[in-house]
């Protein structure tokens, strides 16, 4: 194929400074400064000056030329640029590896990487939503410029600068990905409860669950089918890859939120390559570590955009471990078996991902396991590009690693993980019976099967509107980079579970609020202010103990606020975390047994406290706070609360059954009114797995994956103390009045389960 050289001139234009909040909105600038960079001029020069903001767009003009990219051009050959002929917009990309992050030094010493000596650019909001992807390196030190970009519907094009030398552009031969097939079975793509469906059939489960096991986590093979017997033995419980996550103790360590941000999340990557993927690299570090920036930087134009998260590179190891891999399920067992549980690298890590440059031909990944200690982890397999060249391949490269992350973020792949399909691309390993078009198909599907590359356009499917609550499905819209497809149905609902699961990592990946007040001082007030209310009285919260002749934690003390510490956390005697005391239930009623911990449901604690911050007493709003954690997405799991007047004796009374939000560490609530009596109160949680959703029926109602938790407390009246009701008025030695409160607390109908 005969390339045709093009020639770059680029222009700062009267640029737009566009700052965007976590919550997606614009403030636009006009900045003052307009720079002009012709084709003989330094791109990294006019990246460095002093003058230019580091928001600020450069639009690149190419023009047809004939000289090849060592042509020393002079202000000669101006007059001879069509600047109309190329044209797209960039930005200094935020880059995934900072100063911050980690690597080793020539002794094996863990030290930051600092200063970054190369800028990475990327499309502007507007060029990216109208579907262009780029990705260009300006190495400072070299003055040397690389990289690659392909407007929608236009074939690629290399970008390309020697220090001293003039910018060109040259065509791209068209990239041939490998072949990409799916390598799970039909049969192994049954639903995921199924070994629930037959624990409660009463059916025999000690077998091995070949049948099911291989759902829980995707390979993909570029160049040939999997036996399945090339998953190791290991991997018999897979299933846990669909499980919570541990966010208690992970992710401290996040860059401050400003007004520049334009994400709500942070998760911080621990990515370990082998010698491969140096060798592709030069057989260097460096150029390895700037590769792999240049892969999660281009990824985080989706998960910034899409997802709400900036990807951060916390630490890059280069190590032996994976150079004997044979396939991406070896790569997979290694990294578990290296840092999985209480190995887990760093509490700063959310999630771990090997890259091989080993033709190994695909990737695997965990699914919905974001800062879980116990899964979170991922392979990708096959990364050839390189940081020298940027050319195509980097595309590819990006793609694959964006594809397996978002399967830890909770996407499956979008012909079986969603319902309806999301596109019919390889849905019963069938392509659909008609022709897509191009950029048709999203980043989570394999529509590239079914005509090739150009049908995957560089998006997860849809974007949140700008308006309302970002977790409801309603206020997200298809990308604009679809088009009129009538390949993809729905697509936004791929980003939008995504989110939603990182949503629901809390600490783990939230970032902090601008710290601060404001520089402007508060006006003077131009009237009196009201004279201050009255605060309600203080008391410090209560840590319960366990009770032995209740059978479970008692807050004993006389407060607002009770909580039950560590004492509930795990479940039965299941693997991992017995639960302290057993079954911590007031009345013997037992917890099941099956699965692991934090991978299956149990409730963690229970905090009780009065809205109003008085002491617990007849006829005060109690909100009810469970810690549980959440099997799968959460979809069939469900708190029953419940109360008992007397903790010694329980007549359980229904309050109400609540669903999580997500799978993994949730905490869900409720309110309900204390009634009047005089004994030890108690609340119950029933944490139970229900297929068919059923409402509550028992306050016992059993289950291999039920847990059982209540608390007690006690009150005014249990303590024979008097208050004032509300309504009545007392008069106090000073002749001070005072009103009283209410004692006669509602009562509810009563659902006498005492199992």
């Known amino acids: 194929m005969i390339f045709q050289n093009l020639s770059i001139a680029i222009v700062l234009a009267t640029t737009y400074l566009t700052i965007v909040n976590a919550q997606g909105d614009s403030d636009n600038t006009i900045a003052s400064i307009v720079r002009t960079v012709k084709p003989w001029d330094d791109i990294a020069s006019a990246i460095d000056s002093d003058a230019v903001d580091a928001k600020a767009t450069f639009t690149i003009s190419a023009s047809h030329m004939d000289f090849g990219q060592d042509a020393i051009l002079s202000p000669d050959v101006e007059a001879s640029i069509d600047e109309s002929t190329f044209s797209f917009d960039v930005n200094v990309a935020t880059p995934a590896v900072t100063a911050d992050t980690l690597i080793r030094d020539e002794e094996g010493n863990l030290v930051r990487m600092g200063e ?4 990475l650019l990327v499309p502007s909001s507007t060029d990216r939503e109208s579907g262009t992807m780029a990705l260009i390196s300006v190495d400072h030190k070299t003055g040397e410029t690389n990289g690659i970009v392909q407007k929608k519907g236009s074939k690629a094009m290399h970008i390309h600068q020697s220090k001293g030398r003039s910018i060109v552009a040259e065509e791209e031969a068209e990239f041939v990905p490998p072949a990409w097939a799916c390598t799970v079975a039909e049969e192994h793509e049954e639903d995921p409860l199924r070994h629930r469906h037959l624990e409660e059939d ?13 759902h829980h986590h995707h390979e993909h093979d570029h160049d040939h089918g999997l036996d399945g017997n090339d998953l190791p033995g290991s991997f018999e419980n897979l299933r846990k890859s669909l499980r919570g996550a541990d966010v208690s103790k992970i992710g401290k360590r996040r860059q401050l939120q400003d007004a520049n941000v334009g994400y709500s ?5 621990y990515i370990e390559f082998d010698q491969k993927l140096v060798d592709n690299n030069g057989g260097t570090l460096e150029k390895a ?16 955009y899409e997802v709400d998260t900036h990807l951060h590179v916390f630490q890059m190891e280069q190590t032996g471990r994976y150079n004997n891999i044979k396939s991406a399920s070896d790569g997979l067992k290694i990294v578990r078996d290296t840092w999985g549980g209480n190995k887990w690298s760093n509490p700063n890590v959310d999630l771990h991902h090997v890259l091989s440059g080993k033709d190994l031909g695909g990737g695997i990944a965990y699914v919905g396991v974001l800062c879980n200690k116990n899964y979170g982890f991922g ?21 694959v690693f964006t594809h397996e992350i978002g399967h830890n973020f909770n996407s499956g792949h979008t012909f079986n993980g969603y319902s309806p399909a999301v596109d019919p691309c390889m849905y019963e390993s069938e392509c659909p019976d008609y022709t897509l078009e191009d950029d048709s ?62 949503s629901t990592r809390g600490d783990c990946v939230a970032l902090p609020p601008p710290a601060g007040p404001t520089s402007e001082p508060t006006p003077a007030p131009t009237k009196p202010p009201s004279p201050p209310t009255t605060p309600p009285p203080t008391f410090e919260p209560e840590v319960a103990e366990y009770d032995e002749d209740l059978g479970g934690p008692k807050c004993s003390s006389l407060t607002s606020h009770c909580k039950s510490g560590n004492l509930l956390e795990g479940r039965g005697t299941f693997s991992g975390k017995p639960e302290s005391n057993t079954p911590n239930s007031m009345d013997g009623c037992v917890d099941g047994n099956g699965g692991a911990y934090e991978d299956d449901e149990s409730i963690e604690a229970i905090e009780l406290k009065t809205l109003s911050g008085n002491r617990f007493q007849a006829g005060e709003e109690v909100q009810i706070s469970v810690k549980v954690y959440a099997w799968g997405n959460g979809a069939k799991d469900h708190l029953d609360l419940w109360y008992a007047e007397d903790a010694s004796d329980p007549e359980w009374e229904f309050i109400a059954t609540k669903q999580p939000s997500g799978g993994g560490l949730n905490t869900i609530t409720a309110t309900y009114e204390l009634p009047d009596s005089k004994k030890v109160q108690a609340v119950r949680g029933i944490f139970r797995y229900s297929q068919s959703g059923a409402a509550a029926s028992s306050a016992c109602p059993g289950g291999s994956w039920t847990d059982v938790d209540a608390i007690s407390i006690v009150t005014v009246e249990s303590e024979g103390l008097e208050e004032p009701s509300d309504g009545e008025t007392t008069v106090d030695g000073e002749g001070n009045t005072e009103k009283k409160k209410r004692r006669d607390g509602k009562k509810r109908k009563k659902k006498k389960n005492k199992d």
């Open 202 to 214: 009463g059916h025999d489960h000690d077998h091995d669950h070949h049948d099911h096991n291989h």
């Open 379 to 399: 392979v990708s397999t096959s990364i050839k590009g390189s940081y020298t060249t940027m050319s195509a391949g980097v595309t590819w490269d990006a793609m």
């Open 116 to 119: 970054l000596a190369y800028s």
């Open 265 to 269: 999340y942070q998760v911080d990557v």
């Open 289 to 304: 570590y700037a590769y792999i920036n240049s892969l999660v930087t281009m990824a985080n134009q989706i998960y910034e």
């Open 441 to 502: 198909a999203t980043l989570m599907s394999y529509c590239h099967m079914c005509g090739g590359f150009r049908k995957v356009e560089y998006t997860f499917g849809g974007e949140y509107k700008g308006n309302g609550n970002k977790s409801q499905l309603s206020n997200w819209k298809q990308s604009n980079k679809l088009g009129n497809t009538k390949t993809s149905t729905d697509p936004q609902r791929v980003p939008h579970k995504m989110r939603q699961h990182v």
